[in-house]
């Protein structure tokens, strides 16, 4: 399982929180950060694009983190994941830059997600995703590491 992200980050916490999911992870989530794009707007998401689908291997399945995705809560994720690993044993999330990503990014995604209608730093929206991959993970387990009820 692959994480396909935009922008290099650098040691710190999130990095350090990334790698504490990405190694929970089964299998262990990979990270491939690409440079970030240089021009107008839409120059920077095209060469980001470029980038992206360059990066990508032709059997992974895609999902795209954007905006117009899916808002599944976690069990929802948890089913999507199951599903998506019935068509493919390897997943590729791609996270794009700052503009957003290109729309033969989106076109090559076999499915789009979104974390919420929020504005996240792109450095968080790593952990957060790996989090959410690996509950999903346990809640396809049975794992009691989701607390589905409120107190």
């Known amino acids: 399982m692959r994480l396909i ?5 650098g040691a710190g916490p999130e990095r350090e929180l990334l790698a504490r999911y990405a ?3 089964r299998p262990e989530l990979t990270l491939t950060e690409l440079p970030d794009g240089t021009g107008s707007a839409a120059e920077i998401k095209r060469r980001e694009a470029e980038a992206i689908l ?3 291997k032709p059997d992974e399945f895609v999902i795209a983190l954007d905006m117009g995705g899916a808002e599944p809560d976690s069990p929802a994720l948890a089913r999507l994941l199951a599903g998506w690993l019935e068509r493919s044993k390897k997943l590729a999330f791609v996270i794009g830059g700052a503009e957003g990503l290109d729309a033969a990014v989106l076109a090559r995604a076999g499915a789009k997600l979104s974390l919420g209608k929020l504005t996240w730093p792109h450095m968080l929206v790593r952990p957060m995703l790996a ?3 690996y509950r999903a993970q346990m809640i396809l387990a049975g794992h009691p590491y989701h607390r589905a009820g409120r107190p």
């Open 5 to 9: 992200a935009i922008g290099k980050g």
């Open 23 to 25: 190694k929970r992870i």
């Open 54 to 56: 360059a990066a990508l």
């Open 131 to 133: 989090e959410q991959i």
